[in-house]
């Protein structure tokens, strides 16, 4: 079992930063491909990011390429997201998640977070 806590959402201006946390306990992290996926009310749970077991492969939503980075601390069983240049149709809850591999698929994932709220105001 594999135990996901995020955290480091929060309100934030346009335009602004953010960095995301996601700590694991249970199991160690490095045995997992993992994930970010956000969902905004009303509508379906979307992918984000995910990154492989140890780093070397990464992919993103086209809309957040080139503003958000994946990013992992298997000594620290640890993942991050790192949200630059936010817009306000990036406010949802964040989830991390943790699956046996990289995959854009919700479906693909065992273990989830409770998710953490970020708000990007105009």
């Known amino acids: 079992q594999v135990q996901l806590v995020e955290s480091g959402g929060g309100l934030v201006q346009a335009g602004g930063s953010l960095t995301l946390s996601c700590a694991a306990s249970g199991r160690t992290l490095h045995y997992f491909a993992m994930g970010w996926f956000r969902q905004a009310p009303g509508k379906e749970r979307e992918f984000v990011a995910t990154i492989t077991w140890n780093g070397d492969n990464t992919r993103y939503s086209d809309s957040v390429k080139g503003r958000f980075t994946i990013s992992r601390d298997n000594a620290k069983n640890t993942l991050y997201l790192q949200m630059n240049s936010l817009k306000p149709e990036d406010t949802a809850v964040y989830y991390c998640?943790?699956?046996?591999?990289?995959?854009?698929?919700?479906?693909?994932?065992?273990?989830w977070g409770q998710g953490t709220q970020v708000t990007v105001s105009s």
């Open positions: 998640a943790a699956g046996v591999y990289l995959s854009v698929r919700v479906t693909e994932y065992d273990y």
